[in-house]
């Protein structure tokens, strides 16, 4: 059969699981739409929203079975550009076509039902809507509560007050409020002055202004790395060209957007899932329309249509929030760079810990290394500490209470962290051992004392304490080890009139409860801060003096040969937080292996020389990143399931220049009911991995074993 006899159809990504695109025919009387066009098609008994991503000809023997496509909703929404990122991405983590969807479009435009675009002018004030009566519409009264210092840019004020466009709509009939063309906003308000480092960098990135060009800006905490950012960006924006930047989901606080929009003199666009899909939809199409230049983003933000970008930042490139945990497994910071490349501009990743990654892209001269080697201005690194722990009793070490006194009755602050949420992560029997599980993983519960009740952190599962032991009735139920909950009353305890703030997911009902915490502790009277995390990430807070990490000891023996990396980030990230205000820093390890070699490094207070030495290793060792590594993972409730399938993936992986181990237990081998095993692939390159791993996707899929078991890839995976 000659090509011509074929129908010319259009090749869609739906949204579902399945490694393939579907072919559809034009809508009636209508020609194909072209690639990037918001289609909606039939789809078994459903009606859903694709999006068209090439033309060309049917299957001839599928021909009988094309339907059309039902209405073209927006031709060519997403730019060619957009739709080849997608392709590279979709094919090197291995992940369905049709995620295309999800991660092209926000919520709002994958819905059936069609959206309205806002219109794009700004809205100011009426002298009706200044005098008005509000206080029954509280909604009305936030919007003209904004409204009060000038007129803004209608997006901007739905976004920031999360208002829906109704209540903007209503108060433009009542004659509250008008249409304007918006003035330019006000000039930028200069930074501070940068030393000679932060003045080289900004050149560096200048100079690489119209091209492709990877750079690694390590700066040692405190050096003033987003003083960097924000200087090359100014500059980049006066070239009316657009800057991205992304940011750890915890990293994104109104704090640095405030600062970032009084430095640049530009509206921020943010875009992160905490928003509402609104609110997410005015940032996509301020940016797909060129009206957002500065756009301040979470990994998702990656995928965002920007017509002119002229610079692409990733602050904090170490952070593994950047790496999506289900779904498309893609990493934010590395689809970054692809992004930079395809678009021809220079990429900034910044970071005082940065990731091995970089690292070794900076050995293999793929990155520039741009270096910030001090502190900015007057503050200095902290003085580091070991304390060893060999034979004190639990509870409170005296070294520490010692530090503790001495840097509170000199005004300071101290930060003591902890990861581990709740009271006791064990709760023993002292008769017969028993100890509280979780039935459904393969792990302890954690000891809930405020809610008086058992949780499992990995699937969820909750609860009650027992009041005796449900083994042998003994009433003598003990709390083993410590939590940020038992820290902190063990704090209050020995620290009766100094204020104690917890900061973890169950103290902070919210992002706002947080960021007014960090206003509060920014006011500099003295206090105790225990937290997780949370607390040891990036954020500024002059008044700390001494900072405290109270368990490394577990990172030091885990079977995942990332943990030495993360926990020298967590160290030199929470060491970090010690005196960047004028007054000296102190910073204390606690642990009872102080021989080990990982501490003796770390002691030194470089994190850098640690990170080249555990690169050296990694090296080696033939693992990443000086190898490629992906995982097949499969999950059952029989476990037999998971790994006969993993066995029969196993033969058809195999293959010259891949090295396939397994199935091997997860490191927690069950989890939420799931019986979890795992397929280690391994290439010296990563072509032949990506290669191997996508011309085997579709014959997977066939298998009858893969239907008895959930099972996806995950190309350079962060967790094992
Ligand atoms: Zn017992
Ligand atoms: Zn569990």
Not at 144 to 154: A, F, I, Q, S
Not at 229 to 239: E, F, H, K, N, Q
Request: some cysteine.
């Amino acid at each position: 059969m000659t090509r011509a006899a074929a129908p010319a159809v259009a090749r869609v990504a739906v949204p579902v699981p399945l490694p393939r695109l579907f072919d559809y025919l034009a809508p009636a009387g209508q020609s194909l739409p072209p690639a990037g066009s918001r289609v909606l098609v039939p789809f078994g008994r459903r009606r859903v929203v694709g999006l068209v991503m090439d033309q060309g000809h049917a299957d001839p023997a599928a021909g009988h079975t094309l339907k059309p496509i039902e209405r073209v909703l927006d031709p060519g929404l997403i730019a060619a550009g957009q739709l080849e990122l997608i392709d590279w991405c979709a094919r090197y983590y291995a992940f369905a076509p049709g995620e295309a969807v999800n991660l092209l479009l926000p919520g709002a435009l994958r819905r059936v039902r069609a959206f309205r675009a806002p219109a794009p002018a700004g809205v100011a004030l009426t002298e009706a809507g200044r005098d008005a009566e509000l206080s029954r519409a509280p909604r009305q009264a936030e919007l003209r509560e904004r409204l009060l210092e000038g007129p803004l840019e209608r997006d901007k004020l739905l976004a920031d007050t999360g208002a829906g466009s109704d209540v903007l709509r209503r108060m433009e009939r009542q004659g509250l409020v008008r249409g304007v063309e918006l003035e330019q906003l006000p000039a930028a308000r200069p930074g501070p002055e940068l030393n000679a480092e932060q003045r080289a960098a900004v050149a560096a990135v200048l100079r690489r202004r119209r091209r492709f060009a990877p750079m690694l800006l390590a700066g040692v905490t405190g050096s003033g790395k987003t003083e960097v950012y924000l200087a090359a960006a100014r500059r980049i924006l006066d070239m009316n060209r657009q800057v991205l930047i992304l940011a750890p989901e915890i990293g994104l606080t109104p704090q640095l957007v405030r600062r970032i929009e009084a430095r640049l003199g530009e509206a921020a666009w943010l875009y992160h899932s905490d928003l509402s899909e609104g609110e997410r939809l005015a940032t996509w199409q301020a940016a797909r329309a060129g009206r957002a230049r500065v756009v301040v983003a979470t990994r998702s933000g990656v995928f965002l249509p920007l017509p002119d970008p002229g610079l692409i930042i990733v602050d904090e490139e170490h952070d593994s929030s950047f790496k999506q945990a289900e779904g498309a497994r893609y990493h934010g910071r590395d689809v970054a760079v692809l992004r930079a490349r395809l678009a021809g501009v220079p990429i900034l990743l910044g970071s005082a810990t940065p990731s091995l990654e970089s690292l070794h892209n900076v050995e293999r001269d793929r990155y520039e290394l741009l270096e910030l080697p001090r502190r900015a201005g007057a503050a200095r690194q902290p003085r580091w500490r070991i304390l060893d722990q060999r034979g004190s009793p639990a509870g409170l070490d005296a070294g520490l209470i010692e530090a503790m006194q001495r840097h509170l009755d000199e005004g300071g602050q101290v930060l003591l962290y902890r990861n581990r949420r709740g009271y006791a992560p064990v709760l023993m029997c002292s008769e017969c051992g028993w100890q509280a599980d979780c039935q459904r993983c393969d792990a302890h519960l954690t000891f809930h004392r405020a809610g008086k009740n058992l949780q499992c952190h990995h699937c969820g599962s909750q609860r009650p304490q027992p009041p005796r032991c449900p083994e042998c009735a003994s009433p003598g139920l003990i709390a083993l080890g410590a939590g940020t909950e038992r820290l902190e009353e063990a704090v209050r305890e020995r620290f009766p009139d100094v204020p104690v703030h917890r900061v973890d997911r169950d103290a902070m009902g919210g992002k706002h409860d947080f960021e007014r915490l960090l206003e509060q502790v920014r006011g500099g009277e003295p206090c105790i801060l225990v937290g997780t995390q949370m607390l040891a990430k990036g954020h500024h807070l002059p008044g700390v003096t001494l900072a405290a990490v109270l368990d490394v000891d577990q990172a030091l023996f885990s079977a995942d040969f990332r943990a030495p990396e993360r926990l020298g980030q967590t160290v030199a990230q929470v060491a970090g937080r010690a005196g960047r205000g004028d007054r000296a820093g102190e910073f204390l390890l606690l642990t009872r292996h102080p021989e080990h070699p990982l501490l003796e490094a770390l002691g030194r207070g470089d994190y850098r020389s640690y990170a080249w030495a555990l690169l050296e290793e990694r090296v080696q060792a033939q693992l990443p990143p000086a190898s490629a590594l992906a995982l097949l993972r499969a999950e059952a409730h029989e476990a037999a399931a998971a790994r006969d399938f993993l066995r029969a993936a196993s033969g058809r992986l195999a293959g010259r220049g891949i090295d396939v181990i397994g199935p091997l237990p997860a490191i927690m081998s069950r989890r939420g009911g799931y019986w979890r095993f795992q397929l280690w692939l391994q290439a010296e390159s990563r072509a032949a991995l990506v290669n191997r791993i996508s011309a085997c996707l579709p014959a997977l899929h066939d298998m009858d074993s893969a239907r008895r078991a959930r099972w996806h890839f995950d190309v350079d995976p962060l967790e094992l």
